[in-house]
Structures are given as C-alpha cells and as structure tokens.
C-alpha cells in the first residue's frame, strides 16, 4: 500500500460488512495470481462474488455490473496506465484498484494520480488488507459520486438563480401612485425552473407597460426563451415600438430563439394610458387578467384573445380598450398555474374558482387590502393551495396597484452640488420623518439612501438638485432630480474599494429604486419599505 495502516480486528467497525454484497472484477492474466486473490478474499470471507477475467477485452463489457475492478497493470491488450485510461474512460465506471508486481511503488502512485481509487503490490497483501482495499475504494467511488451529484446540483441552482433574475425584474415605475408586487412559485411536483417572466415598465410619456407570459415546458431550455422575450420586449418598448406591433416582434423572436419547433408562449399585454383611465389589453392565448374595484375583483374582457406567440407566424393581436375607475384600482396578472391547480377530486380551479377565493378574500380584509399587496397575494396562494393543492406547473403573479396620493405628506428641497449639501439633505430628510412619526429604523435607512443619491448627483451631475420625500402608505418615497441625463451605473460589489458602494447601499436598503429621464435630466426614485412598526406611536 502507499502508506503504513493500522492492524485491523474483527470487531473493528471499519471492516464490518457492508449492507449490500460487493461484485469483484478480477483482471489478471496469471491463473495462479487470481487464485491466490480468491484465496485471500476467502480467508476473511466478507467478499464472496469474484469475476476472473483474463484481459481487458473480456472485462470491458462486464465493467458495468461490477461494484470495484481490480486491475493487473501488465496484461496481454494492455500494459501500464493504458488499462487504466480505458477502464475510466467507461460512462459510470466502478472503483478501480490496480495490482502491480513492481516492489518500487512508482508505478501504483502514477495509477492514483490517475484516477485509480487505490494501488496494492503483488506479494506484499494479505486478506483483510485486500479486503479493506476494496471495500474503502468502492466507498470513496461512492462518495465521489455523490460529490459529483451535489456540484452539479449546486451549479443547476446557480443557473436557476440566475435565470430566475432574468425573469423575475425589478419594475421600471416612476408613478408614486403605481406599486407593482409579484409572486413566483415553482411546481409542487417537479421544483423545476419554468418559462413564466414578466415585467412592467413606465416610458417617458407616461404609459405603464405590463407584461405576463409563460413558456410552455419547464426547465432551463425554457427559461432562456423566457429570459430572452422579456428582454427583447423590455428593448421594443424602451425603444418606443408601438405596443400594437410588439407582439408580432416577440413572434418573431420566440420562433427564431427556441430549441424545439413545438415550443409556444402565451402572453396578456397591457398598455396602461398616462390619465390611468383606461388601457388597452392584447392577449395571446393566455388568461384576461382581473380587475380590482374596491374589493370586488372581475374578469377583464377576453373576446379578443388570440392563438399563442410561436403558432403561427404574421399572427396579429387586436387590442382590447379597457376603462377604468377614477380613483384606486388593482390589476392582477397571473399565469395559468394558479388556475389550473386541481383539488383532491381531481376539479381544476379556473378563472371562476378564482374570483370566488379572492372576493372572499378582500371582502373579509376589506378596503385595508390595497396597503398591504403583499400580504393579499400571499394570501391568495396559501388559500388556492388549500382549495386546490395539486399542482404541477409552475406560475407568477404580478398586482398593479393604483392609489392616487391623496394629501399624503411632502417636502421638497433644492441644493446646489456642493459636498455641504449632504449634510443638508440627512439633516433635511430626519426632521420631515420625525414630523410625520416615523419610526427609526425606516428613518436611518431613508438617511442612508438619500444621502447616497445626494452624493452621486453632487459627484456624477454635477447640477443643482431637489429632493422630494412623500410619505406614502407604502413606505417613504425619496425622488432626486437633477440635470444629467447619465443614467445611474450600479457597480458590481468590491469590499476594498473605497468609492463606487452608493448605489449598492440604495438597492440593499431599498424595497424598489429606479430611474426616469425627462426634458432636463433624469429622477432617481427609492422606496423605503415602512410597516406598521415602523411607523411611531
């Protein structure tokens, strides 16, 4: 052996049998070599299943119901390492023990350092020894295995991460009004990465774009065609493509970027007007999204709905003209996943199941909902699991939500780009939340964040600037505007750097930050999450 062992008992747990007997592929051109390794097996008699082949010719079909090989390095169709390679070049090969006659050890080191599990030198073994060697090699193959098994989990996780960030993006809204809250939930069966993504952004006009879609197929493959259509949709709607034409574009880009000519999409599109009277709705396949009124939740019209992304090409999608109530309202996007949950009896859920969980829902929390999105939805999927619990498929949920401000509380403030400044805005921004009651916590991270922006609109824009704090039922929402157009650059994390944290300090203390251009630079907007015990007594 390579290195000295210790002597081994028979009470020693290290040699206790293991719970499954092990296979031995013997391979040895010397008759009288293998009977002595049968012999040895023998003696202790833990090992009792022995393949004798002669060459690796012989052994090589027989590899793959075999627990460990042993190995002679000096066969008729193999001499040296050459064995070796070919045995581990085998898909899920065996543990591999390698017998040399040679009293230097060189050649068995080399054999590990291959890949080999162990080396033993001909004469110098005996039966516990060989015994030992076989059951230890085939336990660290196992293990090995298994370590391999995790890696490759860990690296699926890894990319699902990152897929999942690619479908899942922070929205783009400057309206305070506006909130948009999201849900994803993977199948309960298979925990598989799907193709659901959406994605909401406001232009420069105004208009909110809403988008909800879901790839048909789970896993990775689809994913990326996920990830890929909300960009190239995010690209075509920044890029001020008119909405009507968007969808024959993402046709386009779906037939030209998925793997599988089968693979379809189904997407609901909204396109909401400045005024946030009405929009315009175009639906490819997928389910009308409901409208909230108070908490009496309806079903959007879906008489236009059209056949899905990536049936048929030079498709077009007729939008839907949608009013909507003055005041405070709600759009729910979902995929399909949430309705088509089947409960114990084997009923699915469907649009009319929903609508009657959720009227329930805001009727028993009452007007209170609209303030706390992200309890309802959580509410909403812990109340479709009860009704409905089987569910395979994977889905997202996207809530819109509209609650004009109100004589809710403001200040605004102009600096000029001097380093003073920041002092100014920290002083400026902790007396307006001590006025308004709130509470520290959300009070030091709205320093924070506004300090930050100050700081980079006094390096970066180098413009006087204003600051608008509001304090809305949501949280506090700081907007920086100054007279650059340079948009704000996130910086990738360096824990040594001395400048360049600002904006990573805005997104860790922020619920939602972002940014809009207009006539004389651009705004900067962060939301400071604020419950109920953020709030002072």
């Known amino acids: 052996m390579a290195e000295p062992t210790p002597p081994i008992t028979a009470n020693d747990p290290r040699t206790a049998p293991p719970a499954q007997p092990l296979r031995v592929l013997l391979i040895e051109d010397d008759d009288a070599d293998a009977l002595l390794v ?21 052994a090589l079909p027989l590899v793959a119901d075999a627990d460990c090989v042993l190995l002679d390095m ?36 080399a054999a590990v350092a291959a890949g080999a599990e162990d080396y033993l030198i001909k004469g110098r073994v005996d039966g516990q020894l060989l015994t030992r060697a076989v059951q230890y090699a085939v336990e660290r193959r196992h293990v090995e295995h298994l370590s391999r098994q995790l890696d490759q989990a860990r690296a699926h996780e890894r990319e699902n991460r990152r897929l999942g960030r690619g479908l899942l993006p922070t929205a783009l809204l400057g309206d305070a009004a506006l909130a948009l809250t999201s849900r994803y939930q993977p199948g309960a069966q298979q925990l598989l990465l799907g193709g659901d993504f959406y994605d909401c952004i406001e232009t420069e006009d105004g208009t909110v774009h809403l988008i909800i879609g879901d790839v048909s197929g789970h896993g990775p493959d689809e994913a990326a065609v996920g990830v890929s259509l909300r960009i190239a949709w995010r690209t075509l709607i920044l890029a001020g493509v008119p ?127 609209r303030t706390e999105p992200e309890r309802t939805l959580d509410r909403l999927l812990a109340t479709v699991d009860e009704r409905a619990p089987l569910r395979g498929d994977d889905l997202a949920l996207a809530l819109l939500t509209h609650i004009p401000a109100v004589d809710v509380p403001r200040e605004s403030f102009r600096y000029d780009p001097v380093p003073e400044a ?36 006094i390096d970066h824009a180098r413009t006087p600037f204003g600051l608008t704090v509001t304090l809305t039922p949501r949280g506090v929402r700081l907007e920086l505007s100054d007279g650059s157009a340079a948009e704000p650059q996130l910086q990738v994390h360096d824990v040594a750097a001395v400048r360049g944290r600002g904006l990573q300090m805005v997104q860790a ?10 006539d004389t630079g651009k705004t900067v907007v962060a939301t400071i999450a604020l419950d109920a015990a953020s709030v002072a007594p």
């Open 509 to 518: 203390l922020s619920a939602d930050w972002g940014f809009h251009h207009h």
């Open 243 to 369: 909405a009507a034409h968007v969808l024959p574009i993402l046709d386009q880009v779906l037939v030209t970027e998925r793997h599988d000519p089968m693979l379809f999409t189904t997407v609901a599109m909204v396109s909401l007007a400045a005024d946030r009277r009405r929009l315009a709705l175009y639906l490819a396949g997928h389910p009308a999204p409901l409208l909230v009124e108070g908490t009496t939740p309806r079903s959007l019209p879906d008489h236009a709905l059209g056949v899905p992304l990536g049936v048929r090409l030079g498709t077009t999608w007729p939008a839907v003209d949608v009013s909507l109530p003055a005041g405070e309202w709600a759009l729910l996007l979902y995929t399909d996943g949430l309705i088509e949950a089947r409960d114990t009896a084997g009923e699915v859920l469907w649009t009319d199941g929903l609508l009657e969980l959720l009227t329930a829902q805001l009727a028993a929390v009452g007007p209170a909902w």
């Open 38 to 58: 049968e012999e040895l097996f023998a003696d202790v008699g833990e090992i009792t299943d022995t393949v004798h082949v002669r060459s690796l010719g012989e």
């Open 74 to 109: 000096n066969l008729p169709d193999a001499a040296g390492l050459e064995g070796l390679a070919r045995l581990l070049a085998v898909e899920g090969h065996p543990a591999v023990v390698v017998l040399t006659g040679d009293v230097d050890e060189t050649r068995g080191r």
């Open 422 to 457: 920041c002092r100014r805005v920290r002083r400026d921004v902790r007396a307006s939340l001590a006025a308004w009651a709130v509470g520290p916590d959300a009070t030091d991270a709205a320093v924070v964040v506004a300090n930050e922006l100050a700081s980079n609109a």
